[in-house]
């Protein structure tokens, strides 16, 4: 005779069949529900636009018990929507003074941004910002991380998340040698805690990339480093590490065009589309080894416009006189 299954056996074969056919029927109308997603507000009213919970699905779309694995992939099919970065009318001041009067600036995965302005604008202010520096007090507005309000998170929070700043003049450590502290980074980053063999591994190939010598490895932190030395480091780090957003404070300040290129080609390895750049600078040159997706120009604490690489050209050729004209006008 042939095979028939047991009565249990059968029974939870018609229970898998059920819930696949109910998972069908709620992928199917998953695309159709576009928009980011927002939680309720209080009281039970929900926005115009936001995507509709698990029970509002259910109820629309299926009479049976929603399945609790289509809705993590409907949210993994819209997170992609969310900004990576992104700040909401910033205002800061330090010591009394106010710095930043109203940054709105949205930084999306796998774009890289310019942001040009001249000194005293406030451009490194608002990267000690978006890294937490104790020292600048947000006044009004907010910074959002991959969705996430981080205006109060602490700097080593926004580490471990994937935020990463390259110093415009990075600090000497003595006594801590580069290979140590990439360890000891990338322990606390992502929790691995490699050998310093396997590490040595794992940076090598970045190292001759970036023309470093093994012994490079072995110095300690910027102690006697020269200024592209220093600048090679800050890249070395970025391709341990791996952050999800890159944050470049005058990278090519105080370097040489051999320098300048070799730098701007570990950058342009490091770009994805996982990864989001902010690069902070005050010329062009930069410019002809990265090609932003977008520039503004930065004055006075706030950003007076934004456009294309091509507004980047447009500065190098009228400079920053003609946005001063713009400037006082507002």
Known sequence: PPFRPSGRKDSLRKRRESRKRRERRVLAVLPLAGGRFLRPPKGGHRKEGAIPSSRELE???????????????????????????????????????SILKGVDLVVNKGEVHALMGPNGSGKSSLAATLMGHPNFQITEGTILYKGEDITKMSPTNRGKNGMFLAF???????????????RQALSNRT???LTVME???????????LGMESSFADRYLNEGF???????????????LEPELAILDETDSGLDIDALRTVAEGVNRLTGPD????????????????TPDAVHIFMDG????????QL?????????????TALTQK
């Open 302 to 309: 706030r950003i007076l416009e934004s456009g294309g690489p």
């Open 168 to 182: 415009q003049h990075p600090e000497e450590i003595p006594g801590v040698s580069v290979i140590q502290f990439l």
């Open 275 to 290: 990864r989001g750049f902010l690069i902070i600078t005050h010329y062009q040159r930069l410019l002809d080894y990265i």
């Open 199 to 209: 590490l040595r591994l794992k940076v090598s190939d970045v190292m001759k990339e």
């Open 312 to 324: 980047a050209k447009k500065l190098e050729e009228e400079g920053y006189d003609s946005f001063r």
């Open 226 to 240: 020269s200024g592209g030395e220093r600048k090679r480091n800050e890249v070395l780090q970025m391709a341990v």
């Open 59 to 97: 109820r629309r779309y299926s009479k049976t018990a929603f399945s609790l694995w289509a809705w993590c992939k409907y949210h993994e099919s819209v997170s992609d929507t969310t900004p990576l970065l992104e700040i909401k009318n910033l205002h800061v001041s330090a010591g009394g003074t």
């Open 191 to 193: 929790g691995t805690n």
